[in-house]
């Protein structure tokens, strides 16, 4: 399974944006890159998944480089809400695996401070 | 809306005890998933299952065992709790790759004290 690199910590000022970075270097052709994130106490919420096009949606946009090997997540307005643990995790290729089973790495933990 | 629902949010067990999490699903998923979190550890996989009676191994089994007769339920099962897997919880579901939305919903967690 590819594996992924996200610095441990960021902050990011309220109304403007945070950008997330992702490192998969090993990621193979099928793989998708999603991102969840964990609110304190709460169980993980999905955000956004790809496969090499930068996609979009009303939470956030994610950026694939061309390479595939990184992303970063946007979250365009960062509010306090936002405050969370950012996953970034690489899916298994279907193919071979018919789970599909996701495995989280450590995050990174976005402070939106007033 | 999809709902995952775990049995218990808080849970408080003796050592040596058979101990029973369960969770449903609502969304005709075929897979299902469990997860232990812990300080500094992150979210680790303990089990899956991608069909009724199907299940794999996840990253930490030693200690547990899983139970998926229903297609909506998927149990997690500690043969003999030890103070070890003292922990949080966490069940999720998805439809697999290939077959429309494949994003993963979780349950709100069921905290895990064993004394």
């Known amino acids: 399974d590819a594996k992924t690199t996200q610095p441990p910590s960021m902050d990011c000022a309220e109304g403007r944006a945070a950008n997330l970075p992702c490192n998969h270097s090993?990621?193979?052709?099928?793989?998708?890159v999603y991102w969840y994130r964990q609110i304190h106490s709460q169980g993980p919420q999905y955000i956004i998944h790809g496969l090499k096009n930068n996609e979009t949606n009303e939470m956030a946009s994610l950026i694939i480089t061309e390479d595939r090997k990184s992303s970063t997540l946007i979250l365009p307005h960062a509010t306090l809400r936002d405050t969370a643990v950012y996953y970034c995790i690489v899916r298994p290729n279907p193919f071979y695996n018919q789970g599909g089973k996701l495995i989280f790495g450590q995050g990174t933990e976005l402070s939106v401070k007033p | 809306d999809v709902k995952v629902t775990q049995s218990s949010r808080y849970l408080v067990k003796r050592t040596g005890e058979k101990v029973f999490l369960e969770c449903v699903q609502d969304?005709?998923?075929?897979?299902m998933f469990w997860y232990r979190q812990d300080p500094g550890l992150g979210l680790r996989l303990i089990y899956f299952?991608?069909?009724?009676?199907?299940?794999e191994k996840g990253d930490i089994p030693e200690g547990y065992s899983v139970s998926r007769e229903k297609k909506e339920r998927f149990s997690l099962i500690l043969e003999s709790a030890s103070t070890n897997q003292t922990s949080m919880y966490l069940c999720?579901?998805?439809?697999?790759?290939?077959?429309?939305?494949?994003?993963?919903?979780f349950g709100q967690g069921t905290r895990l004290t064993v004394v």
């Open positions: 999720a579901s998805s439809f697999p790759l290939g077959q429309g939305n494949t994003e993963a919903f």
């Open positions: 969304m005709d998923h075929e897979n």
């Open positions: 090993t990621i193979s052709g099928n793989e998708y």
């Open positions: 299952s991608y069909d009724v009676k199907m299940k």
